[in-house]
Structure formats: C-alpha cells, structure tokens
C-alpha cells in the first residue's frame, strides 16, 4: 500500500476526539508571515468550529450534507487564500484534506426535504471541482 494512502485510510479510522485535539496542534504555516491577519482569524474560526463539531460527533456515523458540502468550499477558498499570500507551508491544509476524507466516509444526512435537492446538486459541484483535492 502507498505511504499516503495508509496515511489516509489510518487517519480515517480514527476516532474522533483525538482528531479534534490533532487539529489543535496542527501548525498553520501563518506563523511569521505579516499582512494576513485576516487569514488567520479564518483559519482560526474554521479551526474553532471544527473542533467543536468533531468533539460533539461521540461515535457517530452520519454527517450533515451541507456540513460536507460547506467543508469542501472552505477548504477550497483556504487553499486559494494561502496560494494568494504565497504561504508555503501547508500542514494545516493537508490536515483538512485528510479529515474531508472522512467526512466523505460517513453517512450523509440531509434534514429537510428540499435541502437534500438544493445540497445535492452543490455537492455534485463541488466534488466534480474538489476531484483533485484528494
């Protein structure tokens, strides 16, 4: 098996919690750059709000659509924003990466009727772009 995909599939079967407290220690590259204070508060808020959603997850196996469909455009305009300010350094995204990966092993679940529609159509989308994020 590659490196990278055993990198992948381990990652993939871990559980939450530790997941949450990886993300915390992954390094963002930001640190010495200047004139990307706007930056990092994004990073820092998507930072937030992954972790609160990955410690809530407890085991579960279902995943909101719009949650996935959501993380695969933020993911999307953090790789632009990082390519705009020449940061190098991409731990943080490779990290992103990965956990996108297993979003996309869960089991999808979309709350309202015309949600799922609208969000499927998004999702169609964003994986037919988000191909070679993988």
């Given at each position: 098996?590659?490196?990278?995909?055993?990198?992948?599939?381990?990652l993939a079967n871990e559980d939450w919690q530790?997941?949450?407290?990886?993300l915390m220690t992954v390094?963002?590259?930001?640190?010495?750059?200047?004139?990307?204070?706007?930056?990092?508060?994004?990073?820092?808020?998507?930072?937030h709000i992954l972790h609160g959603f990955m410690s809530g997850m407890d085991g579960s196996e279902y995943l909101d659509l719009s949650f996935l469909v959501g993380s695969?455009?933020?993911?999307?305009?953090?790789?632009?924003?990082?390519?705009?300010h020449g940061i190098r350094?991409?731990?943080?995204?490779?990290f992103l990466k990965l956990l996108l990966y297993k979003f996309?092993?869960?089991?999808?679940?979309?709350?309202k009727p015309?949600?799922?529609?609208?969000e499927l159509i998004k999702?169609?989308?964003a994986i037919e772009r988000g191909n070679d994020l993988q």
């Open positions: 098996m590659h490196e990278s995909a055993a990198l992948t599939n381990s530790s997941l949450a407290h990886l390094d963002t590259g930001l640190n010495g750059a200047r004139n990307i204070k706007r930056l990092r508060k994004k990073v820092g808020l998507v930072r695969i455009k933020t993911i999307e305009h953090l790789e632009r924003d990082f390519d705009t350094e991409r731990e943080f995204l490779i996309e092993r869960q089991k999808l679940v979309a709350k015309m949600e799922r529609r609208i999702l169609k989308g």
